[in-house]
């Protein structure tokens, strides 16, 4: 497989790269893409030393597939121009989620809906892509009426300008801002743009994208996205009413055997799942597994992913390994 990564010098983009290394994916030739000013820059990848091209030079040696993690405005200006040519695209940016002819994909929730015709598709949001491999099986079996979800997202699904602000002022220098507030040593209740309805973009993705991913527009979903001062992994404490009662044993023993979810759930030895356990690792870590007393059928759980892996990067290479087991790629 030719693979191109286009933001390769991006923090998701460097993610992919390890992801792909560590699952083995097929790459008989990588091509690392950037902007023009990273242009020439090297990478490394499986101990060999590639340079950074522009994306124009891509599309021309005709990679298999392009894992995109440039932002919105690259991948709304590229990846028609990739899929054009008969290149498949895995977009991390928000552009492509909400179209209407776009696959938005979570393989462990609804993988199957890929076809070779999919040119561009979409990887979700990364609160929404640990969310979901969670509601999934309880859909399933006791269908899923209404979604309370607060988030404790980490720096890391900002940027590296953030990353940089914490650290700045961990160590006391004055520095260039990601947020309009200080981040260390506080909880800053606004992830994206706010939208007229009061609720940020970050909270809207989250509503929108479940229901798409779901399959299932009937899921009333409601959402408060939060950024904490952690670097990688992001917390959701959520809140789930289905439309069957549950016993809270088969619920447990229901996500156990989810593909890719750990239960992290014995609090009489403390243990429960926490970003610094989640870091560097692809699964989705559920705990905390409790009824809801003030309300009949809901419960209450708490889930943990790296962002940068399982909600962005892994994500992302899991669709291309079911792209390439299917032959669609």
């Known amino acids: 497989m030719k693979v191109a990564v286009v933001g390769a010098t991006g923090l998701v983009g460097s993610e992919m790269l390890?992801?792909?290394?560590?699952?083995?994916?097929?790459?008989?030739?990588?091509?690392?893409?950037?902007?023009?000013?990273?242009?020439?820059?090297?990478?490394?990848?499986?101990g060999k030393k590639y340079k950074v091209i522009t994306p124009t030079e891509a599309i021309a040696l005709k990679p298999n597939v392009a894992l995109f993690s440039a932002g919105g405005a690259t991948s709304t200006e590229y990846a028609p121009l990739f899929a054009e040519a008969?290149?498949?695209?895995?977009?991390?940016?928000?552009?492509?989620?909400?179209?209407?002819?776009?696959?938005?994909?979570?393989?462990?929730?609804?993988?199957?809906?890929?076809?070779?015709?999919d040119k561009i598709i979409a990887n979700p949001n990364c609160s929404t892509i640990q969310m979901v491999v969670?509601?999934?099986?309880?859909?399933?079996?006791?269908?899923?009426?209404?979604?309370?979800?607060?988030?404790?997202?980490?720096?890391t699904g900002t940027g590296v300008k953030a990353?940089?602000?914490?650290?700045?002022?961990?160590?006391?220098?004055?520095?260039?801002?990601a947020y309009p507030y200080q981040i260390d040593l506080n909880v800053i209740p606004h992830i994206d743009v706010f939208q007229e309805n009061g609720y940020t973009k970050e909270e809207m993705k989250m509503i929108?994208?479940?229901?798409k991913i779901m399959g299932d527009d009937t899921i009333r979903v409601?959402?408060?996205?939060?950024?904490?001062?952690?670097?990688?992994?992001?917390?959701?404490?959520?809140?789930?009413?289905?439309?069957?009662?549950?016993?809270?044993?088969?619920?447990?023993?229901?996500?156990?055997?989810?593909?890719?979810?750990?239960?992290?759930?014995?609090?009489?030895?403390?243990?429960?799942?926490?970003?610094?356990?989640?870091?560097?690792?692809?699964?989705?870590?559920?705990?905390?597994i409790r009824r809801d007393e003030s309300q009949d059928k809901t419960v209450n759980l708490w889930i943990v992913a790296d962002n940068l892996r399982k909600?962005?990067?892994?994500?992302?290479?899991?669709?291309?390994?079911?792209?390439?087991?299917?032959?669609?790629?």
């Open 311 to 329: 909600g962005a990067a892994t994500n992302a290479v899991q669709i291309a390994e079911l792209l390439y087991k299917k032959g669609l790629i």
């Open 222 to 288: 409601t959402a408060t996205t939060v950024r904490i001062p952690v670097v990688g992994g992001h917390s959701e404490s959520v809140n789930i009413e289905f439309e069957n009662d549950f016993d809270v044993e088969e619920l447990r023993e229901l996500l156990r055997q989810q593909d890719g979810v750990v239960v992290v759930d014995n609090p009489s030895n403390l243990e429960y799942p926490m970003p610094k356990d989640a870091h560097g690792k692809n699964e989705v870590f559920v705990g905390r």
């Open 18 to 46: 390890k992801v792909l290394a560590e699952r083995n994916f097929p790459v008989t030739e990588l091509i690392p893409v950037a902007s023009e000013k990273s242009k020439g820059k090297e990478i490394e990848f499986k």
């Open 134 to 155: 969670v509601l999934k099986p309880l859909h399933d079996k006791y269908k899923i009426k209404r979604v309370v979800v607060s988030t404790y997202q980490s720096v």
């Open 208 to 211: 929108k994208e479940t229901n």
């Open 86 to 117: 008969g290149i498949t695209v895995i977009d991390n940016s928000s552009a492509w989620r909400m179209d209407p002819t776009k696959k938005l994909v979570v393989p462990e929730v609804n993988g199957d809906v890929l076809t070779a015709e």
């Open 163 to 177: 990353v940089r602000q914490l650290e700045d002022e961990r160590a006391g220098i004055e520095g260039e801002k």
